[in-house]
């Protein structure tokens, strides 16, 4: 839609780009520079209308952090930071606002461009990213039922994709995101606010370093009875989705009351020269 700056219109339009809004001028006889300044003055003000409004609809979708993208997508990091700089998700679909965000159901996106890449060309499967992409920038989670019924097959020429089980993983994997986010609290009066997990004064991150050090699941169960095998893999979840910064703590100060050596294990210190 075309707008015209205040004051009367007499059928003079600077810029003939589609996207940019007519403007009108005052009637009097205008020097080059002068109308220079005006066009120059309301392609700022409009532009900046653009990004407030690009700013209000990312507000309205569910974002998630680059880390959680990562996690629900089953992904690295680095893919996410790839798929974000390279713009191969949509600029609708990523928000650079506050740090890095994508959008959640783009998620699927970001799993499908990776899987399919020992079958499809780059272009076969930008073109399919760019065909859900009106989709996906409409979504929110009461529209998720109806989305998963809907046709998610792309097709160009003699290609036929199908979209739908890349979109199902993701919101399956964005359910357990949600649970491990409802599991872990995080209080000023309990360790001076480190994430545990709910009901307990077990920090998740020490959990979730225990199983990344390789340390039994049945071994951490019987050290925390109140603990189950699905809270354990929530809590590696939301320790993976919302890394510590700095370095890693050791995963303990000394033995805990209770704890039990099961080996130990000596190096020689190697004297210098």
Same mark, same amino acid.
């Given at each position: 839609?075309?707008?015209?700056?205040?004051?009367?219109?007499?059928?003079?339009?600077?810029?003939?780009?589609?996207?940019?809004?007519?403007?009108?001028?005052?009637?009097?006889?205008?020097?080059?520079?002068?109308?220079?300044?005006?066009?120059?003055?309301?392609?700022?003000?409009?532009?900046?209308?653009?990004?407030?409004?690009?700013?209000?609809?990312?507000?309205?979708?569910?974002?998630?952090?680059? $880390?959680?993208?990562?996690?629900?997508?089953?992904?690295?990091?680095?893919?996410?930071?790839?798929?974000?700089?390279?713009?191969?998700?949509?600029?609708?679909?990523?928000?650079?606002?506050?740090?890095?965000?994508?959008?959640?159901?783009?998620?699927?996106?970001?799993?499908?461009?990776?899987?399919?890449?020992?079958?499809?060309?780059?272009?076969?499967?930008?073109?399919?990213?760019?065909?859900?992409?009106?989709?996906?920038?409409?979504?929110?989670? $009461?529209? $998720?039922?109806?989305?998963?019924?809907?046709?998610?097959?792309?097709?160009?020429?003699?290609?036929?994709?199908?979209?739908?089980?890349?979109?199902?993983?993701?919101?399956?994997?964005?359910?357990?995101?949600?649970?491990?986010?409802?599991?872990?609290?995080?209080?000023?009066?309990?360790?001076?606010?480190?994430?545990?997990?709910?009901? $307990?004064?077990?920090?998740?991150?020490?959990?979730?370093?225990?199983?990344?050090?390789?340390?039994?699941?049945?071994?951490?169960?019987?050290?925390?009875?109140?603990?189950?095998?699905?809270?354990?893999?929530?809590?590696?979840?939301?320790?993976?989705?919302?890394?510590?910064?700095?370095?890693?703590?050791?995963?303990?100060?000394?033995?805990?009351?209770?704890?039990?050596?099961?080996?130990?294990?000596?190096?020689?210190?190697?004297?210098?020269?």
């Amino acid at each position: 839609m075309r707008r015209a700056l205040p004051g009367k219109a007499f059928g003079l339009r600077l810029g003939g780009v589609d996207h940019l809004p007519s403007v009108a001028i005052v009637p009097f006889a205008p020097s080059m520079l002068f109308l220079k300044t005006v066009a120059s003055l309301y392609i700022f003000r409009w532009t900046g209308r653009f990004n407030e409004m690009d700013a209000m609809m990312h507000s309205a979708m569910e974002m998630l952090k680059a $880390t959680e993208a990562a996690v629900v997508s089953r992904v690295s990091l680095r893919d996410v930071n790839r798929v974000i700089d390279e713009r191969i998700l949509p600029d609708t679909l990523v928000s650079l606002d506050n740090g890095r965000h994508v959008v959640a159901a783009a998620c699927s996106l970001i799993t499908f461009y990776f899987e399919s890449a020992k079958r499809l060309t780059s272009e076969e499967r930008l073109f399919a990213i760019r065909s859900a992409e009106p989709r996906l920038r409409r979504w929110d989670r $009461t529209a $998720t039922a109806e989305m998963l019924k809907a046709d998610w097959t792309v097709r160009d020429e003699f290609l036929t994709i199908d979209l739908r089980p890349f979109f199902e993983r993701s919101i399956e994997r964005l359910a357990r995101l949600d649970a491990a986010r409802e599991l872990v609290i995080s209080s000023a009066d309990i360790l001076g606010g480190t994430p545990i997990i709910g009901g $307990t004064r077990i920090p998740v991150h020490d959990i979730a370093a225990a199983m990344a050090a390789g340390v039994p699941e049945d071994e951490i169960l019987e050290d925390y009875p109140s603990l189950t095998r699905d809270k354990l893999a929530l809590a590696l979840l939301y320790a993976e989705a919302n890394p510590l910064r700095g370095r890693p703590r050791p995963l303990l100060s000394g033995l805990p009351k209770g704890s039990r050596k099961l080996s130990e294990h000596r190096v020689p210190r190697r004297r210098a020269g």
